[in-house]
């Protein structure tokens, strides 16, 4: 997409019909201004920024755009959305992305997907979040065996981390756990990667 | 006056300084927080990301407690949990998308949820600003302060309903109540880099890097922050962004909550002070009496909503 004008480039019409749907924006309002990548905090690190990704989309671009790393980096800040004079909710496409190339299983930048289901995995368990079993689950899953260490002693001292879990009363942790179980489960009658 | 409370994980973990200056400074307001029964995670971040029907199912299950609660208004003090219950709110005003949400839950969530709003607007609503001076106890005359919302307090705007989305004035209002100088803060709403610190730690200590390089260039004596994970990234990772930076930062990273308190008289153990990383003690010393204490708050007193 250096040259995201190029039409040459295979696409496919039925992906930006697709994109529109489900984020619930009218792409074919964006003008190229730019604005949603002045004011993107995560722009220095992303390999498309995000003005091209919404001419990726408009030209149907496909797998440029579901194979891209920015949007698993998008921080869904919403500046962008904020700043778009076409009033676009740039931010709810770069979610939608997401969730497309997640059920496509096109997954650019895999550690950021392993930590969110390492944070889901504690909520799934006990009904609320844990921060050290996120942790852990992380190093696990990303064998970065050193992530953070820098930090434990500080936050270890401070008792800035629960060592034990909250585990929600009153059956309340099941109930969560039943939310993720009919999660998963519509998911493979749908045939998507939950 | 009893109000109804969702204090978010982070508050029973990371952020319990954030939760005990909030319970502190509610009760002094005469606000009394009861947390709603078996409330779970709403999912932050990595449940909306990964699936925006898991998101909302998570957070209907707590806006359904508090309707059957009975509650007209919840209060929450994480931006992150507010965004995800607020926009949960009104995603399940469609009736397909409430059918797959239903589908997810043990029972149907209640027809009308009640609203959420942040403690900081409660505060707001609950008193004014002389309300609030009338309960100062120390001068904070010589704290100056660089109030610092995060991306999500005030974005999207017609979701948070928090004033100007680009210029949210709330938290300065309430801080200049407690008499200390408020620095107009260019970087307000700006992205500290959110849960990146971990997956993607470099780009997070950069973000933060520039808000705290900002801080200190404006002679901030502290940050004020309002939401658990930005306090985190510029507090305890404040090592982190400064070696991003080839910086030294020592600048102190409080919650509105602990600086309010300050202003009140509590006592820095009440507020949990002693979980910051970067000691609170410059501030403290810069504390003074409070020259006149107004026990009657005056009339016609501005508010700060
Ligand atoms: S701000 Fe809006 S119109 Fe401008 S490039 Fe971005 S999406 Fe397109
Ligand atoms: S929501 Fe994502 S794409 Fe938009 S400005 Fe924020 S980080 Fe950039």
Redesign the pocket.
Known sequence: MKNATDMSQRHDSGFTVEVGAQSGQKLS?????????AGCPASFVYDRQ??QI?RGVQLGMKDEVLDSRAIWLCLSCST?SL????N?D?AAVMETLRHMARKENRVAVGNVEKFWFSFLNTVRAFGRSWEIGTMALYMMRSLRLFTDLDLAPEALKKQKLGFKPHVVAQGGASSVTRIFKRYKERAEREGVRP | MNYAYYPGCSAKGSSADYEKSTQAVCAVLGMNLVEIPGWNCCGSTPAHAVDTELSAALCSRNLDIAAQQGVEKLLTPCPSCLSNLRHTAKRMENPQFRARVDELLDNPAAPDFPGVTSVMQGMAAHCDANGIASFIRKDLGQLTLAPYYGCLMSRPADIMDFGDPENPTLMECLLAACGAKVLDFPLKTACCGASYGIPERTMTARLSARILRLATDMKADAIVAACPLCQMNLDLRQPQAAKEADAIFAMPVLYFTQIMGLAFGLSPDTLGLEKLRVSASALLDKLEPAPSISKTPVEGGQSCE
Request: with cysteine; hydrophobic share 25%; net charge positive.
């Open positions: 309002a964006c003008y190229q201004c730019g604005n949603c990548t995000v003005n919404m962008c700043r778009c004079p076409n676009i740039v």
